[in-house]
């Protein structure tokens, strides 16, 4: 077993809509991880709390059979189309992050169907292509051991496929594409018959020297009659100044189609730095939207600066 750490700190800055107080604030990460061979297969844990203040944490079991792929139970630590849901080069974090989201929406743009809490996730590759799949059964949630979800109806699957440019012959491509849907258990349709929610995405990033230039395309619908579907395009180009320095900047688009209204187009771009200097990292970051989470007029904005240590 083994145990590795780290731990950031932030000093973040909001509009002049809401009240920042103190701006400074802490994260620590602690990690485990257990392998062994059991019955010619290898089995290994994996758990890490990450952030010790905030009280979350994830955890994945996986069995690692050969050539016949990995099979895990995941809780947290990311499964199937939740992996590429954003796939733009960054240098820092992603041109969403710490904005305002409404819950109404999820984190909108974003694509996951089954999530990535209680899932079955199976990974394995062929042909140069990466299938990583994840299958929930009934409402995504970290259940302890002997103990079963309250909620019915809303199991889900998706598949994210991945690969690079080298079985076309193209050096310094990543591809990829994913496809996911979860039932409307939880939902409750007012007129008419409720669908499936569908997820799909599909993202290329190219990389000639320093320069990284990414395109991803998206959406999401909604199978709840009357519900707002979601389509997203995004781009993002990154420079590695040299091997301790990086910059990016992106721009992403989320429209919202709405049944009874005017549609609505989000807005948002970033942009960020980096330097790492062994094992201590700064970093920065300034996003910004307009028309926030299908609002029409709302505007947000963020800025960061992290220091973290790994240890």
Known sequence: MTVSGATLLT????DSTEVTGNPFGMKTNIGFTASGDVNGMTVSYMQTSIDQFAGMSSARLSIDMGD???????QGSGSGLATID???PTAAEEIWDGLDTDT????????????????WNYINSMGGVTANIAIRNGAGAKLGDGASGGAAGDNAWDIALTGSGDMVGVEGLSWGLGYGEAENGAQISTAGESGDDEHMTVFANYSAGPVTLGYQQGHINNGSTGSVDQTIDAW?????????????????????????A????????????????????IAGNRNEVSNNNNSSGTNDAMTEIAVSFAF
């Open 11 to 14: 000093y973040t800055s909001e």
């Open 68 to 74: 016949m792929g990995t099979l895990a139970f995941d």
């Open 86 to 88: 954003d796939k733009t």
């Open 104 to 119: 109404t929406y999820g984190s909108a743009g974003l694509v996951g169907a089954a999530g990535s809490s209680g899932v």
């Open 236 to 260: 993002g180009i990154a420079l590695a100044v040299n091997e301790n320095m990086s910059v990016s900047y992106g721009e992403r688009e989320v429209e919202f189609s709405n049944p009874s």
């Open 262 to 281: 005017n549609d609505v187009t989000e807005k948002g771009e970033g942009l960020a730095i980096s330097y790492t200097m062994g094992s201590m990292k």
